[in-house]
């Protein structure tokens, strides 16, 4: 079992030394800013489970300085660290540094490509440029963190072999469009997610999540997919491990 996707940092949690013990698996923790970043570093020297994830978050672009990056590219050699994340785009808010979030996202995209990781891509109202840009890097290895866009979409992403992540939204019932998604979607191009310590799958919607919740967003593709949860497991945990190089 992986989470592919999560936020264990000690802003949100009072123990992350115990959020990480109880994780029955594997987890992949991502960066969004220097000090996170820093943090990713900490955990995954600490920690056999935690495999990290370094990148500027499109909401933290503003605070960007010559030494985010240096921060990155100075710890992509690191076997811990297996992709570039998470980054991308976020016009949620409007568009007013438009530009710059993606001139960062194309630099980011560029270390991936340099340093053969797989890159983890937030997109948020940006599904177009998102995928226009992706485009550009034919060779980088993409993760959508969160999918949530159309099926339409999901298979224009799918054709260039990126993978879609998915989290605990899909057990809200307003997620009619991602339950499409994964319906339609193969196996093959799903990876498990939480974004703990947000989106906190049914029952426990509105606490606190945390990466052992993955489970139940796999119980939730099973059931789909009319498959048992041990068959998503172990393809989900195939799909994690090619996709980001995990030496497991």
């Known amino acids: 079992m992986i989470d592919t996707h999560c936020h264990i940092f000690k802003e949100y949690y009072s123990d992350t030394k115990d959020v990480i013990n109880r994780m029955d698996g594997y987890m992949i923790v991502a960066g969004c800013d220097d000090k996170t970043n820093l943090e990713v570093m900490e955990l995954v020297n600490k920690y056999d489970k935690v495999f990290g994830v370094l990148g500027i978050q499109p909401e933290e672009v503003d605070k960007v300085t ?58 948020r109202d940006a599904i177009n440029d998102t995928l226009g840009i992706i485009k550009e890097y034919p060779n980088v290895k993409c993760d959508l963190h969160c999918y949530s866009s159309s099926l339409e979409m999901a298979h224009e992403f799918v054709k260039r072999g990126c993978m879609l992540g998915i989290g605990g939204v899909l057990t809200f019932k307003n997620a009619k469009k991602l339950v499409q998604v994964v ?19 049914e029952p426990h919607r509105g606490e606190v999540n945390n990466p052992m919740n993955v489970r139940l967003v796999a119980q939730k593709i099973a059931e789909i997919k009319g ?8 393809v989900t945990t195939d799909n994690a491990i090619r996709q980001f190089d995990l030496p497991l």
């Open 66 to 123: 010559k030494d985010s990056y240096k921060i990155i590219e100075d710890n992509l050699n690191n076997p811990k660290i297996v992709g570039v994340g998470e980054i991308g785009l976020d016009y949620h808010y409007g568009e007013t540094n438009k530009d710059k979030q993606q001139i960062i996202f194309r630099k980011m995209m560029e270390l991936a490509d340099k340093y053969h990781k797989t890159v983890v891509i937030h997109s």
């Open 183 to 201: 319906s339609e979607i193969p196996l093959e191009y799903l990876l498990l997610e939480t974004d703990s310590p947000y989106l906190s799958p």
């Open 227 to 234: 498959i048992s949860l041990e068959k998503v497991l172990e």
